[in-house]
């Protein structure tokens, strides 16, 4: 693990764009409404080496230029030894801008290789194996809370991959507590839109350090998602805001899922639709489909 802590925040030379300052206000009304940030956070800010990682980082520590109180953040990016990367382009990014940044290497690459069975992709198992790498990262770093680059569009997609192939009604919270319980996760970029970010990294001129194993790797489902919103936002430019907004206004009771609308959490289906004046389990056992 390599490891480089510069000083306090170098001074700003440039106005931010508009793009920019829309970015960064959408990053703080996140952080605002999902309660993303306080006072004294250490954060880990996961950078992949993608655009939406790097804009992250970039508007993270604009915000921490502007917040009225004080949080540390230090760049996490993991070096899995996969072929063809290149090993030094953040590190020199991060000494150039003043990025407090860790290094971590471990070769993740060969252990998939090992697992992997034909017609599987790398994605899944290499994905599990650098969650664990970074939440391991975090407790190390005294991070308490973890940043990762997802945006508004990853939020939507999420949500119709696990409407349509998981039937559940899922998306992706802006926090969340991570598995393993020892951090929190967050999502600062979940108000953004994909190709804002994209824009935002070509204004800025940061580079880009895409995984040359995950960009070959078919994701057939998700880029499905992609396709569908894209050609009903071309009839209709509101549906991805609506969608996004979907998943802010739940109406439980016009759901199915008996769990959310019985008055106590442990409550007994049966009894609750007896009370109701309901038939009960006797209807399906007079029907014999029990």
């Known amino acids: 693990m390599s490891a480089s802590e510069p000083a306090p925040l170098p001074v700003r030379r440039r106005k931010p764009s508009r793009l920019e300052h829309r970015l ?3 990053v703080g009304k996140a952080a605002e409404r999902y309660h993303l940030i306080d006072p004294g956070d250490r954060i880990m800010v996961c950078v992949s080496g993608g655009k939406d990682s790097m804009v992250l980082l970039h508007l993270l520590r604009e915000l921490r230029r502007k917040v009225p109180f004080a949080f540390d953040m230090i760049a996490v990016h993991l070096d899995q030894k996969q072929p063809g990367y290149q090993g030094d382009v953040l590190p020199r990014f991060f000494e150039e801008h003043g990025y407090a940044y860790r290094i971590v290497e471990r070769d993740t690459w060969s252990i998939v290789q090992d697992k992997l069975r034909p017609g599987m ?6 994905s599990r194996l ?10 190390e770093l005294g991070c308490n809370k973890i940043a990762l680059g997802h945006h508004r569009d990853d939020i939507i997609e999420t949500l119709l991959l696990n409407a349509f192939y998981s039937g559940q009604l899922k998306a992706m919270p802006p926090r969340l507590q991570s598995d393993d319980g020892r951090n929190v996760v967050i999502r600062p970029l979940a108000m953004c839109a994909e190709a804002d970010i994209a824009a935002l990294a070509a204004e800025l001129g940061l580079p880009a350090l895409p995984c040359s194993v995950c960009d070959t790797q078919a994701d057939h489902k998700r880029k499905a998602m992609k396709r569908l919103v894209a050609e009903l936002a071309a009839d209709n430019p509101k549906v991805p805001g609506n969608l996004f907004a979907a998943v802010h206004k739940v109406v439980v009771s016009h759901l199915l899922d008996p769990t959310l609308t019985r008055k106590k959490p442990d409550a007994d289906p049966v009894a609750d639709e007896a009370a109701a004046g309901g038939p009960g389990e006797a209807f399906l056992d007079a029907l014999e489909i029990r």
Do not use: E, M, W
Not at 121 to 126: E, G, I, K
Not at 133 to 139: E, G, H, P
């Open 24 to 26: 960064l206000r959408l």
């Open 121 to 126: 992709t790398t994605c899944s198992l290499c």
């Open 130 to 139: 650098r969650r664990g790498i970074l939440y391991d990262t975090a407790v």
